[in-house]
């Protein structure tokens, strides 16, 4: 668990929040997806992780979150490894956030949500039981609050970022021909979770890569293909853990045998564009000035820039996308991943390299332990 210290701080920003756009309280519903923007709300305000569907809580001002939960036990559990202190019992989630507004007497006002989480049923009935509420959508001014990272949110990406190191360990030791893609990311994982990841998201691709007849699939699901990887094949990873709900992610590729002149190369220019881009991460600098670095120089060797090429992570997988017209303002705290797409004009897939990068006071950090990107030949 994060400490009280980091609890006030968040709580007192969502206090913050209901004050200036005059609300009542914010319903936060919560789901076990890997998400997208404001899908990590409820974890952030509550530090509690959302195991199977969907989990209610209500933000009151000044005071601690209250849960809905199914029974006793998921009231001891969230209570006892969460800023959670109390919940209330009701197997109807609905009839939950509905009986704890009636309690602290909010029946009109105003009340913020997520509606991109908020199932539209959900919305409907509230607002059927609550005439005199105005239900609205608040995901960018809490995705706002957690923008700013504490020492402690900032301990926690370097932690996971050991854990994705871990992970493309894994990927070098595993890769090996004869063995199937969901066997490498099976090691992955493994090796993850002895880390103390608490899930992970993978995407993997393998086949035989060249700049002029690639049959390289584009990354996928391991379950979705599950080939069987080959001696002179490259084999694609996107490595994603999982650590306190913090996501951190490193983008590798390794050669199987021997090394593969092409894809060293497409490696190159992606590094390179890499590289452009690194003066440019610190605060106050717009993420299109990145984006059109990266651009610059890979068009400038020849190749064609293309999405994807990047996001920020934190709480969220994608707190928001890289652009051409991204317009946000890098500050301190924030990770970013830049893992740019890097073709020519024969090609339609091709392999991935990145990492994530912590933005501090004056530049950046990169907290990925295996230092310069190394080209590993998996034997």
Known sequence: MFSSTEKNRRLKAATAVMEEHGLSAIYLP????????????????TDSRVVFFIRSVVLLKDKDPIA???????KLNITQSSFISDAVINEDQVGGVIEILRTHGIENGRVGTVFEVLPASWLIRLREEFPDIEFDDVSDELL????????EEIEVLRAGSRISDAGYKALCDSARPGVYENEVVAEIDKAMQRMGAEESFALITSGKFSIRNS??????NYTAFNRKIEAGDVVSAE?????RGYWTQIVRTVCVGERNE????????????IDAAKPLLKPK???????KAMREYTEAEGYRFVMPLGHFTAVDLNEGDLEDDTATLLEPGMLIVLHPTIITDEMDTSIFWGESYIITEDGFEA?????????TAAL
Do not use: W
């Open 30 to 45: 919560g789901n076990n997806s890997v998400g997208f923007h404001s899908f990590g709300c409820q974890r952030y305000f």
């Open 68 to 74: 809905v939960v199914n029974d006793l036990m998921g």
């Open 144 to 151: 706002a609050v957690r923008s700013t990272k504490s020492g």
């Open 215 to 220: 049959r390289l699939p584009t990354l996928h």
């Open 239 to 243: 490595i994603t853990p999982r650590y």
């Open 262 to 273: 092409d894809a060293d190369e497409i490696r190159r220019i992606i590094i390179g564009s």
């Open 285 to 291: 600098i717009p993420v299109c000035d990145v984006v």
């Open 367 to 375: 907290p990925m332990q295996n230092g310069e990107p190394i080209f």
